[in-house]
C-alpha cells in the first residue's frame, strides 16, 4: 500500500480528468498538503498521476515521457514500451511504485512488476492508499448522479478524504477535452 496518495482517474466521451489530493507523511507526520502528484505528459495530451516516493515519480515520469517521444505519442504503444523498461531496470524494478496514465481514447495503471491495467469498465481508475474510497465514490457517483468528468473525480477525492487519513481535501485536477467532435 502506497501511504499518502490517492489518485484518481476518468475518461469519458469528450474529456478525460485526473485529479490527486496534495498530502506527503512521512510515518505518521505530515510534511506537505499542497503536493502536485499528476502532469500533463507530451505537449499536454497525456494526463499522468503516481503513487509513491517524489524521486521516484520525477524519474519515471521522465522515463515515461521519453517513450512518449518515440512511440509520437500514441499511449497504448508506450505503456507497453515503459512497462518493459520499467521491469528490466534493476533499480527501477524495486520501486514500490503505480502510475495511471490516460488520455481521451484509454486509460491504464502501470507497475514495477510490468502490469498494464485497463480498468474493466475502460473508464475509472485509481491508485494509492486513498484509491479504493475514490474508486467507490466514483463508481457510485458515476451510477447514480449525472456529473461532469471533473466533478466526479474532485467529489470522489474528496470523500475519499473523509476516510483516509493520508489523502487531504487539497485537490488538483487537470483536463484534457477530446478533439472530436
Known amino acids: 500500500m502506497f501511504e499518502a496518495t490517492t489518485i484518481l482517474a476518468c475518461r469519458g466521451d469528450k474529456k478525460a480528468v485526473i485529479g490527486g489530493d496534495g498530502q506527503v507523511t512521512f510515518g505518521n507526520t505530515v510534511l506537505k498538503n499542497n503536493a502536485t502528484k499528476i502532469r500533463k505528459l507530451y505537449n499536454g495530451k497525456i494526463l499522468a498521476g503516481f503513487a509513491g516516493s517524489t524521486a521516484d515519480a520525477f524519474n519515471?515520469?521522465?522515463?515515461f515521457e521519453n517513450i512518449l517521444e518515440q512511440k509520437k505519442g500514441d499511449l497504448y504503444k508506450s505503456v507497453i514500451e515503459f512497462s518493459k523498461e520499467w521491469r528490466k531496470d534493476k533499480m527501477l524494478r524495486r520501486l514500490e511504485a503505480m502510475m495511471i496514465v490516460l488520455d481521451c481514447q484509454h486509460i491504464f495503471i502501470l507497475s514495477g512488476t510490468g502490469d498494464v491495467v485497463e480498468?474493466?469498465?475502460g473508464k475509472i481508475a485509481a491508485i494509492g492508499s486513498g484509491g479504493n474510497y475514490a474508486i467507490s465514490a466514483a463508481r457510485a457517483l458515476d451510477r447514480h448522479a449525472s456529473l461532469d468528468e471533473e466533478t466526479l473525480v474532485k467529489e470522489s477525492l474528496k470523500i475519499a478524504s473523509e476516510l483516509c487519513i493520508y489523502t487531504n481535501n487539497h485537490i488538483k485536477t487537470f483536463v484534457?477535452?477530446?478533439?472530436?467532435?
Open 176 to 181: 484534457l477535452e477530446s478533439s472530436e467532435s
Open 60 to 63: 519515471l515520469f521522465d522515463m
Open 119 to 121: 480498468p474493466e469498465d
